[in-house]
């Protein structure tokens, strides 16, 4: 009779413990899912899989942000931007202390708190929705996106500053005439783009290059470049050192590294340690404190109890994956009236790890042109690291 | 008999327990009666209360008719036979929020229509002519915007822009955190032929909140 009762709670407490694994992996498989079929191509298949978004579910801000990224890929620009802003939108709200939502991460795990994002990701969301925009030529809404970027930035509380946001708020600033606040945001960077100095004007000047430009002849205009260097499958270790841009066979120019998004990843959490760790503390010591107790009533309860709670002790490694690792920009000179270029992503030993042909848009008077891309390496097909306008 | 009276004590405060519990529940039913209803009303947009710092109805509302008076009691400068002619050419929305300047601009002009002071440049008119040059009313330089307002036969121009400052509490031992949402609406109205600012005007408008930092 004993056993049969030890038996059935040893049922039970695996029941428990499945369950509540069950019920935090749900939405994880969705998000695994999603992000194979995103780096597979399948951008409609993500997407399906990502909608919908339960509006109480804890991971509809890490939900958001993936699918935005999908859509942007997929050229849905309307709907990441959508997607974006409601995740922002989400966010925000999430910056009160919920009794209901938080108070169980003291118990459980962190992983049952709702995701809020950490810093950097907010800004990059702001970031990519500015980028959205600027592809769909609404220039005053990538701006309203850039005062963003400057205000998440400048109140930044200790976090990493990310270059790439900077540059891009000043690029919308520029091109919406405020000359001022675009000088004021190059200005904060100048020094910190390895390779290369940053003007007041958003020129990028190179310290260094092992590329001879041909000098072009006629009118010049410049050439805009926002690359997304993601993770690059089937390339070994081979890190991208830059990317180079050209009119057929002729080079105009390269790319330079402003953010490292896996540093800033490892600066937040550096950042975020202390904070974390004080909690992991209290959550072992009202653990242990729950199993004393309940010890003193019932030593097998007490046993269940703690395989339960230790059992569901994991750490939070919830992250916005489709970001790209590095993010570069290119700003070079090219022949007046060129929209269409060839891009050629190198490693250090100056392999060739990624090509691809991108196309361009005019800014405003059409003496600068904007591209956006996105490069993945050889695991993807060629169409997929490509947006279209 | 010691123990019937002990059941009869028992009952009664049983009878005791039951009566304060329907009347917790009967209460508690009442007051969260509303809580639990969907409910619709009428409110008068301009009277209706804030429910937020940022922009909303009533800053549309407000800045759109205070523009307008305050534009109305300036006269501009040269006066054409009959009533002149105004084209808006956009509010610039310089805020951290995705507002529809637009409908501030539409606003003040259908003010300033029904204040009988101007005559104005069809809106669809405007925007046919600008995409016909190949311009978005927000992509429009000063330039541009002179040129299309000449084009249209206007001799005035209105513009304008929104500008936001926003601050919040710094780090502290709190239980609510405070946000200052300050802005600014400037608006402009050009003489087209002589190129010169005619009238301009502001209005600011300052909200603080204040928001626990604890909630359900």
Same mark, same amino acid.
């Given at each position: 009779m004993k056993l049969r009762n030890i038996e059935s709670r040893q049922m039970a407490q695996i029941g428990i413990i499945s369950i509540a694994l069950l019920s935090a992996g749900c939405t994880s498989m969705r998000l695994e899912t999603a992000r194979n079929q995103y780096t597979s191509g399948e951008y409609d298949k993500a997407i399906e899989e990502l909608t919908p978004i339960p509006k109480d579910n804890t991971d509809r801000v890490l939900f958001l942000m993936e699918r935005g990224m999908v859509k942007q890929m997929a050229s849905d620009y309307r709907g990441s931007i959508q997607d974006w802003l409601d995740a922002a939108k989400a966010a925000e709200a999430l910056d009160l202390y919920s009794l209901t939502g938080d108070t169980p991460s003291l118990l459980i795990n962190d992983r049952v708190m709702p995701f809020r994002g950490a810093p950097y990701e907010r800004i990059l969301m702001r970031t990519y929705t500015a980028q959205s925009y600027m592809a769909l030529k609404e220039w005053e809404d990538a701006a309203v996106e850039a005062r963003n970027i400057v205000y998440m930035l400048e109140n930044r509380d200790g976090f990493p500053d990310d270059p790439y946001s900077r540059y891009l708020a000043g690029l919308s600033f520029e091109i919406n005439g405020d000359s001022e606040s675009a000088t004021f945001q190059y200005r904060q960077i100048s020094n910190t783009v390895y390779g290369a100095v940053i003007q007041d004007t958003g020129t990028i000047l190179p310290l260094t290059s *092992?590329?001879?430009c041909n000098k072009t002849s006629g009118r010049q205009n410049e050439l805009v470049c926002l690359i997304g260097l993601a993770i690059l499958q089937n390339a070994g270790d081979a890190e991208p050192s830059h990317v180079e841009i050209y009119d057929g066979? *002729?080079?105009l120019g390269q790319s330079h590294m402003f953010t490292d998004i896996g540093l800033l990843a490892e600066a937040t959490r550096a950042k975020l340690e202390l904070r974390r760790g004080a909690k992991s503390l209290l959550r072992i010591a009202l653990k242990e404190w729950l199993i004393h107790e309940m010890v003193k009533k019932d030593k097998e309860a007490a046993a269940v109890l703690s395989v339960l709670l230790y059992g569901l002790e994991m750490e939070d490694i919830r992250r916005w994956e489709t970001l790209p690792r590095w993010l570069h920009i290119a700003r070079i000179q090219i022949p007046a009236g060129l929209k269409r270029f060839r891009l050629v992503a190198r490693d250090n030993n100056g392999q060739i790890i990624d090509e691809q042909l991108i196309d361009s848009i005019a800014i405003k008077d059409d003496n600068i042109r904007l591209a956006i891309c996105r490069m993945q390496g050889p695991g993807f097909k060629e169409r997929n690291g490509k947006m279209k306008f | 008999m010691k123990n019937d009276n002990t059941m009869l004590k028992g009952e009664g405060n049983m009878k005791k327990l039951a009566? =304060?519990?329907? =009347?917790?529940?009967?209460? =508690?039913?009442?007051?969260?009666? $509303? $809580?639990?209803?969907?409910?619709?009303? !009428?409110?008068?947009?301009g009277q209706a209360g804030t429910l937020t710092d940022t922009y909303d109805q009533k800053d549309l509302l407000n800045w759109g008719n205070q523009m307008a008076n305050a534009l109305s009691t300036s006269q501009l400068p040269v006066q054409t036979a009959g009533k002149p002619i105004l084209v808006a050419l956009g509010i610039e929305n310089r805020t951290m929020s995705h507002i529809d300047t637009r409908a501030i601009s539409d606003t003040i002009t259908s003010a300033l229509l029904n204040n009988g002071k101007v005559q104005l440049v069809n809106a669809d008119v405007r925007d046919r002519l600008l995409k !016909? @040059?190949?311009? @978005?009313? @927000?992509?429009?330089t000063a330039e541009t915007r002179v040129n299309i307002g000449r084009q249209l036969g206007a001799r005035y121009m209105l513009t304008g822009s929104l500008v936001e400052i926003t601050s919040e509490s710094g780090k502290e031992v709190r239980v609510s955190k405070k946000r200052d949402v300050y802005y600014q609406l400037s608006v402009n109205i050009t003489d087209l032929e002589t190129g010169l600012v005619s009238v301009n005007k502001q209005i600011d408008r300052l909200r603080r909140s204040s928001s626990p930092i604890i909630g359900w």
């Open positions: *092992r590329i001879t066979n *002729r080079i | 009566t =304060i519990a329907v =009347i917790v529940l009967t209460s =508690i039913l009442m007051s969260g009666c $509303a $809580a639990f209803r969907y409910s619709v009303g !009428e409110k008068d947009p !016909e @040059q190949g311009y @978005q009313m @927000q992509n429009c």
